[in-house]
């Protein structure tokens, strides 16, 4: 008898990781017919700066509704889109796109920049570098506003080329950081090295800086470590004043998040103001 459940229930898992991975394999093939018909879309969401309550940027984040699916979560189809080359030509549409959006942006809102998430395969490409130049070339943005977006993991992957990718993008003016901080292993000083402008602290970190003492330790630690070797820190994720508050009082430079604003259109970003009672020094 227990043979026999063995038996079954290793069918079942063989027809489940099958039926997992026919599930991926469809979604791959809808995604890349929607990037044809250009279902795809970004959106884009603005960072703050905490003393002034200057929008300083905005990190493009990917939309993809699908006819019959519908909205599609992000960390789901960049996650199937990496496994094959399809993350390929999805990071060509994204750098092409948030770069023409930000040049547009220029006119009303000169030196505003774009932050564009890099993915760990992108990294590990050899034509990173020169695929950001075409897009920059061909929309005219400045680089030093175009931001890329790495995470610590997929800089582990192939340290040296890791190094060699970033010192090429510092020295053509386009700034890197570090996206999800507090997650992996990096440490600042190997950051410092690699002369990144900053860390965004994950949004898990600052879930609970309210009330977790450790994650405030941790936060309030990356801010100060940060600032002590020359780089800025973003928070991600803040939903409400008392963690911008919080995150004021601790020194954090730059914010963004469902308090300030969600993800948006292009087109919404230029006339963007975060609502003024958030960065009023009348009210600290
Ligand atoms: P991420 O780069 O850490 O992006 C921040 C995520 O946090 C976004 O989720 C954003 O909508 C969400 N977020 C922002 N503020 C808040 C908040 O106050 N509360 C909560 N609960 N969430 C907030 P999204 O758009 O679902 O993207 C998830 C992840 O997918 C991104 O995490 C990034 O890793 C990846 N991603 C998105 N767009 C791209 C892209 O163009 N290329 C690549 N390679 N990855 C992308
Ligand atoms: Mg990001
Ligand atoms: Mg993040
Ligand atoms: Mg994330």
């Not at 092409?96 to 930000?102: F, K, L, Q, T």
């Not at 220029?106 to 075409?134: A, F, K, M, T, Y």
């Not at 994950?202 to 070797?229: C, E, G, N, Q, Y």
Request: net charge negative; hydrophobic share 45%.
């Amino acid at each position: 008898q227990a043979k026999l459940e063995g038996k079954n229930g290793l069918f079942f898992y063989r027809d489940h990781l099958r039926a997992a991975a026919e599930e991926n394999l469809r979604l791959e093939q809808l995604l890349r017919e929607s990037l044809e018909r250009g279902e795809v879309d970004l959106n884009y969401q603005p960072i703050v700066a905490l003393d002034s309550g200057r929008v300083v940027g905005a990190e493009a984040l990917l939309r993809w509704h699908h006819p019959e699916l519908g909205q599609v979560e992000p960390d789901r189809f960049i996650a199937v889109a990496e496994s094959s080359t399809l993350i390929d030509e999805l990071g060509r549409f994204v750098l092409a796109r948030a770069c023409h959006d930000a040049a547009a942006w220029q006119e009303s809102c000169p030196g505003l920049r774009v932050g564009v998430n890099i993915s760990g395969r992108q990294l590990l490409r050899r034509d990173l570098v020169h695929l950001v130049e075409q897009s920059l070339a061909e929309s005219g943005l400045p680089a030093a506003c175009l931001s890329l977006e790495l995470t610590e993991s997929s800089l582990l992957h192939d340290r040296d080329l890791a190094a060699e990718t970033l010192l090429a993008l510092r020295q053509r003016d386009i700034n890197v950081w570090l996206d999800d901080f507090g997650t992996g292993f990096s440490g600042l000083n190997h950051l410092r090295q690699l002369r990144v402008s900053g860390v965004k602290i994950d949004r898990s970190f600052v879930a609970d800086i309210l009330s977790d003492p450790d994650d405030l330790a941790l936060s309030s630690a990356i801010i100060a470590m940060a600032h002590s070797v020359g780089m800025r820190v973003i928070a991600e994720g803040v939903e409400s004043r008392e963690q911008l508050e919080l995150l004021r009082d601790n020194g954090c430079d730059l914010v963004q998040g469902f308090l300030l604003a969600r993800p948006m259109p292009a087109a919404e970003i230029a006339a963007f103001r975060p609502e003024p009672g958030l960065f009023d020094p009348a009210s600290d």
